[in-house]
């Protein structure tokens, strides 16, 4: 009875879904760093040093940022207004609220198929942009090009496949993985 009660909530929740609050204008607000500047200049500084070793060969140093949010939900709108990324999130519960945006889709699972999907994504390459924000594809076509004439991001693109199938391994049978596009 309980479950079905839920069931009933949930169903009429998402048959008239309430109008989202307006975002709460804040002034003055910092983000507060997990660590601080300083240390986090060490961490790299030390990775760097387990690089040149060759202890690892590939490490992505990273730190939280956090700050007061009076209105999550309202917030989010705005992100989903500003941002046109394909993979949003917006995570919440009694402790916390996590929302965010990524141009990249971590990991696809299909269930029918038993299949997984990684696409790896990395680099600071602007896309190919007209003054006025829209895609100017005479020069983002020109933008790819030189990227896949380029041995060097070649080589860094190679290297995060080479990552993301080590990790599809662990949980893969042998002989299952393969690489569709590069």
Do not use: W
């Amino acid at each position: 009875a309980a479950l079905e009660s839920r069931i009933e909530d949930i169903r009429a929740q998402c048959t008239s879904p309430k109008r989202l609050p307006d975002a709460t204008q804040v002034a003055n607000i910092t983000a507060q760093p997990s660590v601080s500047d300083q240390d986090f200049c060490q961490i790299v500084r030390d990775l760097k040093e387990f690089v040149v070793k060759g202890d690892i060969f590939h490490v992505l140093p990273s730190r939280r940022f956090t700050l007061p949010c009076p209105s999550p939900l309202a917030a989010y709108k705005e992100l989903k207004q500003s941002n046109p990324s394909p993979y949003m999130f917006y995570m919440q519960d009694e402790l916390f609220t996590l929302f965010g945006a990524s141009p990249e889709s971590a990991l696809k699972y299909e269930t029918d198929t038993n299949q997984i999907e990684i696409y790896p994504i990395a680099g600071t390459r602007r896309r190919g942009k007209r003054p006025n924000g829209e895609i100017d594809f005479d020069l983002d076509s020109r933008i790819e090009l030189e990227l896949r004439s380029d041995k060097k991001e070649n080589a860094e693109h190679m290297m995060l496949v080479d990552l993301a199938r080590n990790d599809v391994a662990r949980i893969s049978q042998a002989g299952t993985r393969h690489v569709a596009d590069l």
